[in-house]
């Protein structure tokens, strides 16, 4: 048995009565790295002493895609959180195709996107990747599932590798959330096949629940063996919840993508 894939965990999400500063500590020692979401809501010398491996966190705090004031807004959020990403050492940020506000709802909701909303979004992104080789840092755009988050333009996994896809360019790359795809697409492996080339971090979580592998109704030790058969070395995350104790639910991680 082997560790092909580097393992993190998102702290917002485990030990949640736990300061965040000890969270990074004990999931570094653990010897997993960490995801975050949003830094303005945290100390960030309090993070830089947790010595912590930042894998991922949300890669701008507000903006759009798809028009031109939503463009201008995330950019300059992004060229922000770009400098709080380098200080940290963070490996990706993280982008969706409009800001969520509460509960992960979209807070611009789309019933339609446009063919000109498509060529804007794709402009958009290559403004991002622009910034990304100036800063010398990577963003992902991350997959939503469309029942959680209703009304999010280019949520899906079929419209977010269509993007990146496009784009082509080695400063963004797919964020692939598994737990997302499951919910609106399912078909998990022929999705991974098909992101491959694109793919910068895959996130994991059961479904129902949102809770760690082995609580619903995943193979994602099956998940593991087709990504690593298919040559896939990168990160893989927990974005998930512990469904009792947070260090049972990291050793179902680790066992569901030791392969």
């Not at 939503?70 to 963070?90: F, I, P, Q, Y």
């Not at 809770?211 to 995350?237: F, W």
């Amino acid at each position: 048995m082997k560790q092909p894939f580097t393992l993190a965990a998102c702290a917002e999400m485990i030990w949640r009565d736990k300061p965040m500063e000890w969270r990074c500590g004990h999931l570094t020692e653990l010897g997993f790295g960490v995801g975050l979401w949003n830094w303005p809501d945290h100390d960030l010398d309090a993070l830089e002493r947790s010595g912590a491996t930042f894998t991922i966190m949300n890669g701008y705090l507000e903006g759009r895609l798809a028009d031109d004031e939503g463009a201008d807004t995330l950019l300059r959020s992004a060229r922000e959180t770009a400098a709080v990403g380098k200080r940290l050492g963070v490996h990706r940020l993280n982008l969706h195709g409009t800001g969520l506000g509460d509960g992960g709802i979209p807070i611009a909701q789309t019933d339609v996107v446009t063919g000109a909303m498509w060529l804007k979004a794709r402009d958009t992104l290559n403004r991002i990747c622009d910034l990304a080789e100036e800063e010398g840092v990577v963003f992902t755009l991350e997959n939503l599932n469309l029942l959680d988050h209703p009304g999010c333009p280019f949520g899906t996994t079929e419209d977010v590798l269509a993007l990146v896809s496009a784009v082509d360019r080695p400063q963004l790359r797919i964020n692939l959330d598994l737990y997302h795809t499951q919910i609106g697409e399912g078909d998990l492996i022929r999705w991974c096949e098909k992101c491959l080339p694109w793919i910068g971090e895959v996130q994991v979580a059961d479904n129902p629940g949102r809770c760690e592998p082995g609580t619903g109704e995943i193979n994602y030790a099956g998940v593991a063996k087709a990504l690593n058969d298919m040559g896939y070395r990168g990160p893989v995350g927990l974005e998930a919840f512990a469904a009792g104790d947070p260090e049972k639910a990291l050793h179902a991680f680790r066992s569901a993508f030791t392969v």
